[in-house]
């Protein structure tokens, strides 16, 4: 049976009316008196059915005694339940969820209304059980689930012992087997030995016979001999015998053979005790942490993963089995590597080469650290990882800075233009000194190169050589800031760069006279470069050159708008960037670099944007420096280091600012 009831808050009357639907008589009164079309009908408002009214009205309808029950039985429990106002005792308490607090409307008055949510105590206790039901299942569900875990824990527990004394068993087994063949190759030479030796006691023990047979043989008759000059013969022969005989005398071999291992015992008694290493761990996942770096394209990234045991002590040793599964923004899984570093700590180092946000998840003995899995988001965005300068003529001040170079031990040196000096930082950007020589006077020092000569025996390490616009003079200066030469050629009219070969040619640009100069190491002019004819048909004209440089395989690279490279005798050899299309606007060139890895760094200026472009030798860009969060301004000279940072001149701020670039 399906009773169907329609219930109102404000009265427990309920009627059965002839659809067998039970409505609240008050209700029905309110339906009645709405009704003007029709006073002797009503719909049911639970089924819809038009019924007739009775004689009498409403309160004809035969009242619903089960649903009357039902009423007085939740009232029973609700006044067992529900404590009613100690003052009115027919007032229910009720409960203000805004204040957290019970009260008696008739004792407490409006206090509660207005923006408070107010409800029935009754309300209020129900949804207090529902939650305290609902957390002790949660409590439940999660011991359950602890449990689950511990009891899959120690099937881990049985399952790995078990592989462990296998292991034992198998190494300790070939260590026995090592042991009986070491045993048997001993007892073999020793027999080996012994054979040797018996071998040459029989010989000599032969040869000792056989002189004894001559010696009787020739001793026959002896004594009927009556010739004397025989006899004397004879004496003269058995003579040297006795001399042969003195030699068989003494044992050509020896009896000695002994077995020696007392010495060795205690490197092996050592050994053995070292011998297998059973490893475990007291690492507590929960606890363990990861501390995430930042993330940008094409720059190796680092994770720092922290152990800690169950007390919360950081562990310190390695070894525990750390699962790492890391994707990138695509769901494509990202090529990591993880290193133990042996005193509680592991990092997870990678190079992301797509943006967006990538997953890692961490986990050891196949239970994930805390935070795992974490959300690195990958930037293209690139800062500097340190700076120095500022203008000014101070110790760290720089006016103009054009150039910088790095010698092998690590020192900066950095052409200060503005302030005809050539700078000296370490490679922590500490203050070393200053160079000031003739050839950087009346801020024309344009371009220097450190020379690191490929072939020692043309070139010591360590010049340092500078080219003067203003006064043409191409500088060489030790690392003390002396002059070693000076040379210049009357066909110089502006000379603005300088590059120095692997064998000490000085290449050097002139915008004014169009032409690229390669000077041997003593100054003598080699060749010169006008126009080129480049692989698409067009000409090539050297007038606007703002970068020039090496290669480790002595090809000439030089930058305007776009850059091309010669071979080291000057011939044009192909374009590794194209110019901008003409008629619209394009960016230039102002330094240019090649890392000891093949990669070309340039640094540009385009639409108000300063970057450092970063290519392969081949010719496409692999990324941009883009210097986020200190903003480029006519970025000049540049240098690299073995370990992926390059130091650029930032010439529009009077700084040097270094970038880690891979």
Known sequence: MVLAVYYCKKTQAFITRPCKSGVCASCLENIISNNSVDVNSIRCPICRESITLPQGGVSAFPPSFL?????????RQRREIVPKCATHMSQELLFCETCDMIFCIMCEGSVHGGTHTVIPFSIAIKRMSEILIYKAQSCVHNLNSAQ????????????????????????????????????????????????????????????????????????????????????????ADLNERLDATSMLAEPRENAFITYQWEGQMEQLISSFTSFGKIRTSS????????????????????VLVSTIDFNGRPRVDGGDPIDVILKDSNGDECHYQLTDKENGTYSISYMPHVLGTHYLNISIFDRAIRGSPFELEVTP?????????????????????????????????????????????????????HMTT?????????????????????????????????????????????????????ELQQPTCIAVSSNSDVIIADNTAECLFIFDHIGRLKKKVYKVLKEDGSTYVLRNVSGLTVAPNDDILVADNHIISFSPDGAFKRTITNPPVKGKAGGFYSGITVDVHGNILATKTERGRACVEVHRIQDHILFYIDSFSDKLKRPAGLITTPDYHVYVCDLGNDSLKKYKYR
């Open 148 to 235: 689950d875990n511990v009891a899959t824990e120690l099937d881990k527990l049985e399952v790995n012992s078990k592989v462990a004394i296998d292991a034992a068993n198998q190494s300790f087994d070939a260590l026995q087997a090592l042991i009986n063949k070491r045993r048997q190759e001993v007892l073999a030479n020793i027999d080996n030995i012994c054979g040797q030796k018996k071998r040459a006691f029989r010989e000599q023990q032969q040869l000792i016979e056989a002189e004894k047979v001559k010696v009787e043989r020739d001793c026959e008759g002896l004594e009927s001999e009556m010739e004397v000059r025989h006899i004397t013969k004879k004496i």
């Open 283 to 302: 690492t507590f996942p929960a606890l363990c942490k990861a501390e995430i770096g930042p993330s940008t394209t094409f720059l190796k990234s680092e």
């Open 67 to 75: 649903v009357n029950q039902l009423l007085d039985l939740m009232a």
């Open 381 to 433: 965005h690139i800062s500097p990882v340190s700076k120095v300068g500022g203008k000014g003529n101070g110790f760290l001040d720089f006016s103009q800075p054009t150039s910088v170079a790095i010698a092998p031990c690590g020192t900066l040196y950095i052409l200060d233009t503005g302030n005809n000096r050539i700078k000296l930082l370490g490679a922590d950007g500490s203050f070393i000194g």
């Open 438 to 490: 003739d050839g950087l006077e009346k801020q024309g020092c344009t371009g220097r190169y450190f020379c690191l000569s490929h072939s020692i025996a043309i070139t010591p390490c360590g010049t340092l050589m500078a080219v003067n616009w203003r006064t043409k003079l191409i500088t060489e200066l030790d690392r003390d800031g002396k002059v070693v030469k000076q040379f210049t050629s009357p």
